[in-house]
DNA sequence: TCCGTGACCGGATTCGAAATCTGGTCACGG
DNA sequence: CCGTGACCAGATTTCGAATCCGGTCACGGA
């Protein structure tokens, strides 16, 4: 028997014991479908976990099964395919992102400023590696995946596009940044901003070793060059009238796009 | 007979007759060493715009040199392996674009702003496809000479660090930029910023047909973007101090370049 | 009755040995 | 003495065989 010389990082066996979502108990009483999102939580958790380490191409349904402790048939019950299974797995991952942009903007005014906004997305790109994956290395783990992927969220996107255009438009209507510049320019500069700060991450040569870890810190500097851009300033006290406005926007993008992540989940839709 | 499938453009036959750059007939009297360097200039703009039209991997060396129109050992004649002599493809797009960086640096002190610089850059960018490709699809169009050239070049890319560093703390030195951030930083937001641009550039849904093409355009939202992150400001005119010194660094990094490709050129060298 | 399961199917992917190609050399000709 | 292209060996591609895996479905348990 030939040894399989796979890539797959030696820490990552393919033992069925490995199973790190085991099924907890047979529990018979409490309610059903209860019980079922449970389980389908648990199928995206672990195709998540797998994700991130393997790379959709060298997943298996039966490996993203087996992890989520249930059988292979079962995440078809969940998920009318596997494309769909990891189409969740980016809208849920994505979701959550926008969910924490929510709970900024909840705790105070503040958490409208672009600046802000970017310093959250900064901060979370390095808490969430899925979210890290999407917007990194397109083609290295998302492989075949990644042309799908894209193809099936266009709305999603564009959904996006446009509340981030509504967004700038509360701003500007409040003077809470400049106007001297055509909005298509600020959300330009703003997302390339946010771009190269995001990929350019790990480049440039080690600094000498002053800073520490610098995730924080690198955020603050994207935040300053945001504000600086942008040129934020609360004359009038604006803050707190399009504070609820912008807050409503999120909500409605967040619903959205919880709404698109049911529109793939449960298997048992009509067609 | 099976009809190659390659994905070649339809408009590259491999035609012997393609020759672009056809041998200027036999001049037998002119200066030996003159011919000898012309001959390496075809050789390397033949290899050039092989390299972005057909990507490393599928450009023979027989290609380069029948495009070049010259004997394949010829080739040989002046680069010692194919990857120098791509090696020095990239270095002569590289230094072309720092002495392109001269050119707006002679032509009055405004050049060292660094907004100035970005704003060169980014359009140098659009018109040499070549440092495109090393800066955008690193692993499209380079294939398997992407490592080499990284590891070749690296005391290259380490000159260039030390190099903006000075310029940055001459800059600074001359309260031409804030000095209330710590110059890390500001390194770190400037090529961030560039990164940025540069990425993004193709992507943002189709905007309204309002800009026509925009390149332009683009390239003064990121002067923008810098200047505003950086907050250039001449309060004591020391802007004619400085530019004699910024000049001089970047003199130096020409030269430098220069003497890199030279390390890399004629094939006839000891070993 | 209904939910979950895993054996099973066929298309897709991988593998590997044979065939082809190509980077680099070198003897020769101009 | 410079330039050339036939030539070599190692690398890459090809293509059919073997394997794998996404998706289905008949069955068994609750």
């Given at each position: 028997m030939v040894?399989a010389t796979?890539p797959v990082?030696a820490?990552?066996?393919?033992d069925?014991d490995?199973?790190?979502?085991?099924v907890?108990?047979?529990?018979?009483?409490t309610n059903r479908?209860?019980?079922?999102?449970?389980?389908a939580?648990?199928?995206?958790?672990a195709a998540?976990d797998?994700?991130?380490s393997?790379?959709?191409a060298?997943i298996?349904?039966?490996?993203v099964?087996?992890?989520a402790?249930?059988?292979?048939?079962t995440v078809?019950?969940?998920f009318?395919t596997?494309e769909?299974?990891f189409?969740?797995?980016?809208l849920r991952?994505?979701?959550?992102?926008?969910?924490?942009?929510l709970?900024?903007?909840?705790?105070g005014?503040e958490?409208?400023w672009?600046?802000?906004?970017?310093?959250?997305?900064?901060?979370a790109?390095?808490?969430s590696?899925?979210?890290?994956?999407?917007?990194k290395?397109?083609?290295?783990?998302?492989?075949?995946f990644?042309?799908a992927?894209?193809?099936?969220s266009?709305?999603?996107v564009?959904r996006?596009r446009?509340?981030a255009?509504?967004?700038f438009?509360?701003?500007?209507d409040h003077g809470?940044?400049?106007?001297?510049?055509p909005?298509g320019?600020?959300?330009?500069a703003?997302?390339?901003?946010l771009?190269?700060?995001?990929?350019?991450?790990?480049l440039l040569?080690?600094?000498?070793?002053s800073?520490?870890?610098?995730?924080e810190?690198?955020a603050?500097?994207?935040a300053?060059?945001i504000?600086?851009?942008l040129?934020?300033?609360?004359?009038?006290?604006?803050?707190h009238?399009a504070?609820?406005k912008?807050?409503a926007?999120f909500e409605?993008l967040?619903?959205?796009?919880r709404?698109?992540?049911d529109r793939?989940?449960?298997?048992?839709?009509?067609?």
């Amino acid at each position: 028997m030939v040894v399989a010389t796979a890539p797959v990082p030696a820490n990552h066996h393919r033992d069925p014991d490995e199973q790190e979502y085991a099924v907890p108990s047979p529990t018979q009483s409490t309610n059903r479908t209860a019980n079922r999102v449970a389980r389908a939580e648990r199928i995206l958790d672990a195709a998540g976990d797998l994700l991130v380490s393997w790379g959709y191409a060298k997943i298996t349904v039966e490996d993203v099964a087996r992890r989520a402790g249930v059988g292979k048939g079962t995440v078809y019950l969940h998920f009318p395919t596997k494309e769909a299974l990891f189409l969740v797995v980016l809208l849920r991952a994505q979701t959550a992102m926008i969910e924490r942009t929510l709970e900024v903007l909840r705790q105070g005014p503040e958490g409208i400023w672009p600046s802000t906004l970017a310093r959250t997305t900064a901060l979370a790109l390095h808490e969430s590696p899925i979210i890290a994956t999407v917007m990194k290395g397109r083609t290295e783990t998302l492989g075949t995946f990644a042309r799908a992927a894209a193809e099936y969220s266009t709305e999603l996107v564009e959904r996006r596009r446009t509340t981030a255009q509504t967004y700038f438009d509360v701003l500007r209507d409040h003077g809470l940044i400049r106007t001297d510049r055509p909005l298509g320019d600020q959300m330009y500069a703003y997302s390339s901003i946010l771009t190269g700060f995001l990929v350019a991450e790990p480049l440039l040569g080690e600094q000498p070793a002053s800073t520490p870890p610098s995730v924080e810190h690198h955020a603050d500097v994207l935040a300053d060059t945001i504000r600086a851009t942008l040129g934020e300033s609360d004359a009038d006290d604006t803050l707190h009238v399009a504070w609820p406005k912008v807050t409503a926007l999120f909500e409605d993008l967040a619903r959205d796009a919880r709404a698109e992540i049911d529109r793939y989940t449960h298997a048992t839709r009509d067609t």
